[in-house]
């Protein structure tokens, strides 16, 4: 079955620290790998996206993911997270349906991320 | 200029009663699709249509009926409401299902 493992409920960092928040993901075929993050109260915005190439992904505010095939995972990282990060982050896994591409999100259980100043 | 917007955004009601989200894109979209959130922020696929037509249904119960007046809105209807109905329910759209899902600021259901 499709799943996504977001093992850390809860991280803190200190501004200006490095992050990386892990996402493993179990799927019979090369999968469509999404973070999105939610500010509180808020919808849900697109860090970034893997669907081929390039593993290693750029993404907006700073964010990369790096697509790891071996391991099963499309782990985050910011190299100095500001204290407007602070967030829930989800990593999901588009679960491939119509039309050779996905047609839902499966997503991980969120991880909370707070910032120290 | 709102992508995916939603109304309401809060929605509080009772028991039994019925109620409807409309959610709305104005990116000339294919596919739309509503999650459910719950308390513990975990999301989950309700629904998905493709062209207006149904495409996902994953298990919901038949209190929850979504309609698709055309491709730009996809409403969703609940019936006898219940107290685990209470939850945030996002709207999504996306053009085909090759591209990114772009989600609406979501509805905030509590259900007393």
């Known amino acids: 079955a499709q799943s996504v493992t977001q093992p850390d409920i809860h991280i803190t960092v200190s501004e200006g620290a490095s992050l990386e928040l892990r996402c493993n993901y179990s799927y019979g075929a090369t999968p469509y790998l999404f973070w999105y993050v939610q500010s509180p109260g808020q919808g849900l915005q697109l860090l970034l996206k893997?669907?081929?190439?390039?593993?290693l992904v750029q993404g907006i505010k700073g964010f990369e993911a790096e697509f790891k095939r071996s391991q099963s995972s499309f782990n985050l990282r910011k190299p100095s997270v500001h204290w407007s990060d602070a967030a829930e982050y989800f990593c999901?896994?588009?679960?491939?349906?119509?039309?050779?591409?996905?047609?839902?999100?499966?997503f991980g259980a969120g991880t909370r991320l707070a910032v120290h100043p | 200029d709102t992508a995916v917007s939603q109304t309401p955004k809060y929605l509080v009601t009772q028991m039994g009663n019925d109620k409807s989200i409309k959610c709305e894109q104005n990116l000339g979209h294919d596919t739309m699709y509503w999650y459910k959130q719950d308390s513990k922020k975990f999301l989950k696929i309700m629904f998905s249509?493709?062209?207006?037509?149904?495409?996902i249904n994953e298990t919901v119960p038949n209190r929850f009926s979504p309609k698709s007046p055309d491709k730009a809105h996809l409403n969703l209807h609940i019936n006898s409401l219940e107290l685990g109905d209470s939850a945030v329910y996002f709207c999504?759209?996306?053009?085909?299902?090759?591209?990114?899902?772009?989600f609406g600021p979501g509805t905030r259901l509590l259900v007393l």
């Open positions: 999901a896994v588009g679960a491939r349906g119509f039309s050779g591409g996905y047609n839902k999100l499966i």
């Open positions: 249509y493709n062209n207006k037509e149904l495409i």
């Open positions: 999504a759209s996306s053009q085909g299902s090759q591209e990114t899902q772009y």
């Open positions: 893997y669907f081929s190439g390039d593993t």
